[in-house]
């Protein structure tokens, strides 16, 4: 497991060139059907795509579920985006979606190199929504890993955030 990271030279930090990634859709309902069956379904809440790569680790999988559950997206009583998904109860459903670090630098064919393989994928994936269960307020569903998944939802707002543990901001 080689870790990428890339140094610069005027601040001396190091950067991780390719970090875990959620894609967060707030919806009014979402659902995951698999082969022809409704695996799983949520009402208002957030719909959590999830991308795993290989450099990532469980302190990623920490700040990533402490951001989610805390990120203020949800209207208070005056229409202003001032309550988290954990303040209101919120439902969440995780799906994973390796297809989050697809690379388009060559041609027109993504490259999926960066996503992680399913030996390590699948334990942070787990861990993930571990942590969102221990500190979700509301229900938690997810899809199968490694499924051909169809995701239905409607979204709301719509409002969508892309979270990385590289940027930390």
Sequence with gaps: MKERWKRSQSVKIQI????????????????????AQLYSSIGAGLL???????????????????????????????????????????DILIVSQFTLHASTRKGNRPSYIRAARPEKAIPLYEAFIAAVR???????????????MQVALINDGPVTIWIDSQHRE
């Design 16 to 35: 991780r060139l390719h970090p875990m990634r959620i894609l967060i859709q707030r919806v009014r309902e979402a659902s995951v059907t698999i082969d």
């Design 48 to 90: 959590v795509l999830v991308g795993i790569e290989d450099a990532d680790s469980k302190e990623d999988v920490a700040w990533l579920c402490g951001k989610l559950l805390k990120l203020r997206i949800f209207n208070d009583d005056a229409g202003v985006m001032n309550r988290s998904a954990e303040e209101i109860g919120a």
């Design 134 to 148: 221990q500190g979700a307020t509301g229900k938690v569903e997810t899809g199968r890993f490694g499924a051909d």
